[in-house]
Nanobody, 127 residues
Framework: QVQLVESGGGLVQAGGSLRLSCAASGRTFSSYAMGWFRQAPGKEREFVAAISRSGGNTGYADSVKGRFTISRDNAQNTVYLQMNSLKPEDTAVYYC????????????????????WGQGTQVTVSS
């Protein structure tokens, strides 16, 4: 069983930055592709960013491309989401997720493909 714990959320003004972290338990972190998703009140969960097992490949939603950066440190069992130039529409609960059984350079942008989820961290961007 893998446990994922997010941290780093908070309240920030528009244009500001936050860095989310997701710490994973277990010794097989490097075998998981990792993703970040978010869910705003009254909206469906949406894909934000993902990274392959080795970190060599990344993908982003169009809405965050150029502003957010996903990275991972397999030695520390942690995945990060650096969020810059934040906008009020980025306000949501952010979840990290882990995907097993995937090819080394791949990742999924579909939430149902992920096997493990964290409890989420709130990000609020004020205008």
């Amino acid at each position: 069983q893998v446990q994922l714990v997010e941290s780093g959320g908070g309240l920030v003004q528009a244009g500001g930055s936050l860095r989310l972290s997701c710490a994973a338990s277990g010794r097989t972190f490097s075998s998981y592709a990792m993703g970040w998703f978010r869910q705003a009140p009254g909206k469906e969960r949406e894909f934000v960013a993902a990274i392959s097992r080795s970190g060599g490949n990344t993908g982003y939603a169009d809405s965050v491309k150029g502003r957010f950066t996903i990275s991972r440190d397999n030695a520390q069992n942690t995945v990060y989401l650096q969020m810059n130039s934040l906008k009020p529409e980025d306000t949501a609960v952010y979840y990290c997720a882990g995907q097993t059984g995937i090819f080394k350079g791949s990742y999924s942008t579909t939430g149902s493909s992920y096997d493990y989820w964290g409890q989420g961290t709130q990000v609020t961007v004020s205008s």
